[in-house]
């Protein structure tokens, strides 16, 4: 289920006066978002951060799409209704025209939640005669209970276990209407969007809608009292609880004794409850009564409509009061009292602990010294949310708030951060114009290359060689105007849409033998030079080389049957001819040499032998 209220990002200015304004602080601050989040379990539904919200960035979880689908589907709806219509509703005239409003808009049954705090205040009445020195906080206000329940837990056993009046008046109509009956409240307070919650069984109610919404659903169907007859609330009817809306209603409705001396309720209305729970906490042996607690009468609900007058509300709640209790029927009242005087209004609460560690002293010091604020900590100028700089300290530690929520860091930082700028702009504008030195450099190298590039493209066009280069798909790349001559016309009248065959493939163009010296090359990554190959009759002369190993190669091919190819390539193979025989010759003269010599050494030793044996002979 959506949280019971969120704050729109896109609309939210980070002013804090949320902050501000929760009593719990149930709304943090990130670092990596410096605007504010609700946290859904630590919030108590009081809707304080609703009113200060002047960008309206807060959203309360909307049940009128609910609503509507329930009223269409022709289902037994039944309406219970807060006594504060009356201050919520000045412009109808006749709260009997507000009825037939809400059956015209598809309520079978309409009921007074009045009649439901008469039951309950009968309830308390008992419970306060029963206590035997134990003391109580009344559990009627949705707010007050979550937020004993979250914050004093402690005091959990302390809450009347005893249901809120809408609770009494569902079990009521679910007696009388049956079980499937399908039940909405309507409500000043948005906190009862949570509060319908916790009950179950025959207390059980389905939804529950503000004020604010029930008004746009009578605009949006064009529902108005002039066009209506009257018609009254479904039985039965509410007495004193009419004054339920005021935060004293109760009691009167209880009959509980209100003199100062004799009163055994304490009612406490506003922020200051907060105070009148930590009071109960500490000093209640010494009080010794119970507490009435509402964070906000219920005339003044935020599920009201923004910029009501409290007095000119009491005033008509009083008004309406005064007309009810002139037709009510007592007895009919007094019969219904004591047939559902049997119903269990008990009620179990529990404890939900948000309390959040408590740093210790160092860490809070750190963060105090980090915020400059270690030499005055217990005051403040309240500007972050929090009522002091220890506070805001401890926020900071639990990862509610943020340093840059304190205008004092933030005005220090922000000059630091001028400082900065500074001088990174100083930086910046130095890095610009290195950045167009080199901009204006390598303007110049490039177009010294576009210039060297044309001059290269012409010479290569002019050469009457032909050449081409391919990639490693034999996709062309550049080729000259000799090497478009050379395929023909099919590949002229394409150089004339595509310049220098760009992106042709060499495959088309070239049989295989030729084509696949260039493969050859790419994937070997070396280079082929004056191979001779036939093509349509003449005798090319190829050499492919690598320009980009696996990546580009080139080629130059001469036609050998024009007249200076051929020249050139006679006296070129005469050259090679003649250094061959040259070669040949001083090898075959070398070997000749060497068997003179040899020939040589033996006939003088065969000469030297035969003197030397002359000379013996003549001895």
Not at 160 to 165: D, E, K
Not at 213 to 239: C, M, Q, V, W
Not at 473 to 486: E, G, H, R
Request: hydrophobic share 40%.
């Amino acid at each position: 289920m959506e949280p019971l209220l969120k704050i729109n990002q896109e609309t939210c200015i980070a002013c804090y006066a949320c902050v501000r304004a929760c009593p719990v602080k149930a709304i943090r601050v990130q670092s990596e978002c410096v605007k504010p989040e609700i946290i859904p379990e630590r919030c108590i539904g009081c809707g304080s951060c609703l009113a200060v919200c002047g960008p309206g960035a807060i959203e309360v979880r909307n049940a009128r799409n609910d609503l509507k689908k329930i009223l269409t589907e022709n289902k037994n709806v039944a309406a219970l209704v807060d006594p504060s219509i009356a201050g919520e509703f000045p412009d109808i005239t006749d709260y009997r025209k507000f009825v037939q409003m809400l059956r015209t808009l598809g309520f079978r049954h309409i009921h007074e939640v009045a009649f439901g705090v008469d039951l309950v205040a009968l309830a308390y009445s008992e419970l306060f005669k029963m206590s035997r020195g134990k003391y109580y906080i009344m559990s009627n206000d949705p707010v007050t209970v979550s937020f004993v329940e979250k914050y004093k837990p402690g005091l959990v056993p302390n809450l009347a276990p005893i249901v809120p009046p809408v609770a009494a008046t569902a079990k009521v109509v679910r007696r009388i209407a049956g079980e499937d009956v399908i039940l909405v409240h309507i409500s000043p307070l948005i906190a009862s969007k949570n509060e319908i919650l916790r009950f179950e069984g025959e207390s059980r109610i389905d939804l529950a809608i503000t004020f604010v919404e029930l008004r746009e659903l009578f605009k949006e169907s064009n529902i108005h009292e002039t066009d209506l007859e009257y018609s009254d609330f479904d039985a039965p009817l509410g007495y004193k609880g009419n004054f339920f809306p005021v935060a004293n209603g109760i009691i009167q409705a209880a009959g509980i004794e209100e003199e100062l001396h004799l009163s055994p309720v304490i009612t406490v209305e506003g922020n200051g409850i907060i105070d009148a729970i930590k009071e109960f906490e500490e000093n209640i042996g010494t009080i010794k009564s119970h507490f009435n607690l509402f964070y906000k009468e219920f005339l003044m609900g935020r599920g009201t409509s923004l910029g009501g007058k409290r007095i000119l509300r009491r005033s008509q709640l009083t008004s309406y009061v005064k007309k009810r209790l002139k037709i009510l029927d007592i007895k009919a009242w007094s019969d219904s009292i004591a047939e559902f005087a049997s119903l269990d209004l008990r009620r179990t609460l529990k404890a939900d602990d948000q309390s959040l560690p408590v740093p210790s002293d160092s860490k809070l010091n750190k963060i105090l010294k980090d915020l400059d604020q270690l030499e005055s900590p217990e005051v403040g100028c309240g500007g972050c949310g929090y009522a002091s700089c220890t506070d805001f300290a401890i926020a900071i530690a639990q990862g509610l708030a943020i340093p840059e929520m304190c205008n004092t860091y933030a005005s220090r930082n922000r000059q630091d951060h001028i400082q900065s700028l500074k001088i990174s702009n100083e930086k910046l504008a130095q890095a610009q114009d290195d950045l167009k030195k080199s901009e204006r450099l390598a303007q110049k190298e490039s177009e010294a290359a576009g210039e060297a590039t044309e001059i290269l493209r012409r010479m290569l066009h002019k050469l009457p060689s032909m050449v081409v280069i391919c990639d490693t798909n034999l996709k062309i790349i550049q080729t000259n105007d000799s090497f478009i001559d050379m395929l023909g016309e099919d590949a002229m009248e394409i150089n004339e849409v595509v310049p220098g065959l760009a992106g042709a493939d060499l495959k088309t163009l070239l049989p295989y033998n030729f084509y696949n010296l260039f493969t050859y090359v790419l994937s070997h990554n070396e280079s082929i030079t004056n191979r001779d190959i036939q093509h349509e009759g003449k005798m090319l002369n190829v050499s492919v080389f690598v320009i980009e190993k696996e990546k580009i190669v080139g080629a130059v091919i001469r036609d050998m049957s024009a007249p200076e190819v051929q020249k050139e390539e006679v006296l070129k193979r005469l050259s090679e001819v003649i250094d061959k025989n040259l070669s040949l010759a001083q090898q075959i003269g070398f070997i000749m040499g060497e068997g003179a010599s040899e020939t040589e050494r033996m006939l003088n030793s065969i000469i030297e032998s035969y003197n030397l044996k002359q000379d013996l002979k003549d001895r």
